[in-house]
């Protein structure tokens, strides 16, 4: 059974910093690209940035392009992101989410097979 399980967020004021962190397990991770994708109140699903399987190649969202900073470790089966400069714009729930193959990082959700519970992140004063 996949499953994709976050966690690192919480409440941080504007200009700070978090680290999110997604375990997975019941796969071959090392196979998969990995993306994080935000929800934020009352909006839709937004892709935020991914990274392929090997983790040579990685994309951001031009929302956080320059803040946020993807990476992953397929000996221990586990997707980062670190996020500093926080606005509160990146208020948000943050999803890990699987890809269906290798390669592909991008905005189209449907490229994305299986996704965790999510983990809130607010920005807040």
């Known amino acids: 059974e996949v499953q994709l399980v976050e966690s690192g967020g919480g409440l941080v004021q504007p200009g700070g910093s978090l680290r999110l962190s997604c375990a997975a397990s019941?796969?071959?991770?090392?196979?998969?690209?990995m993306s994080w994708v935000r929800q934020a109140p009352g909006k839709g699903l937004e892709w935020v940035s991914g990274v392929e399987s090997g983790g040579g190649s990685t994309k951001y969202a031009g929302s956080v392009k320059g803040r946020f900073t993807i990476s992953r470790d397929n000996a221990k089966n586990t997707l980062s992101l670190q996020m500093n400069s926080l606005k509160p714009e990146d208020t948000a729930v943050y999803y890990c989410a699987k890809g269906a193959d290798s390669e592909y990082v991008g905005p189209l959700l449907t490229e994305y097979d299986y996704w965790g519970q999510g983990t809130q992140v607010t920005v807040s004063s």
């Open positions: 019941g796969f071959t991770f090392s196979n998969y690209a």
